[in-house]
């Protein structure tokens, strides 16, 4: 049984930061691209930031140079850290692990980012 658990989330003051981490268990880890999205209240789903198995990244424009995505193969766990946060970065965070049209998702963390 494949398991996401996300944590970290939480409230922040803007320009504040957290770190988000997502423990997975019931899958080859290492085989499994993994990113994280976030929905935000009547918008759409949207890809925040991906690591691929080589350790490649990628990010939304929106968070270029704010977010960092990184992952530990030894732990199982992927995280995200997020500085210089924004009121527009309130969303509910999701870890999402990918290989090939296989796809699994956590319950989601919320990071609501006001004064």
């Known amino acids: 049984q494949v398991q996401l658990v996300e944590s970290g989330g939480g409230l922040v003051q803007p320009g504040g930061s957290l770190r988000l981490s997502c423990a997975a268990s019931?899958?080859?880890?290492?085989?499994?691209?993994m990113n994280w999205y976030r929905q935000a209240p009547g918008k759409q789903h949207e890809l925040v930031a991906g690591?691929?198995?080589?350790?490649?990244?990628n990010y939304a424009d929106s968070v270029k140079g704010r977010f960092t995505i990184s992952r530990d193969n030894a732990k199982n766990t992927v995280y995200l850290q997020m500085n210089s946060l924004k009121p527009e970065d309130t969303a509910v965070y999701y870890c999402?692990?990918?290989?090939?049209?296989?796809?699994?998702w956590g319950q989601g963390t919320q990071v609501t980012v006001s004064s």
């Open positions: 999402n692990a990918k290989y090939f049209v296989r796809s699994y």
């Open positions: 019931g899958l080859l880890f290492t085989s499994y691209n």
């Open positions: 690591v691929t198995t080589g350790g490649t990244t």
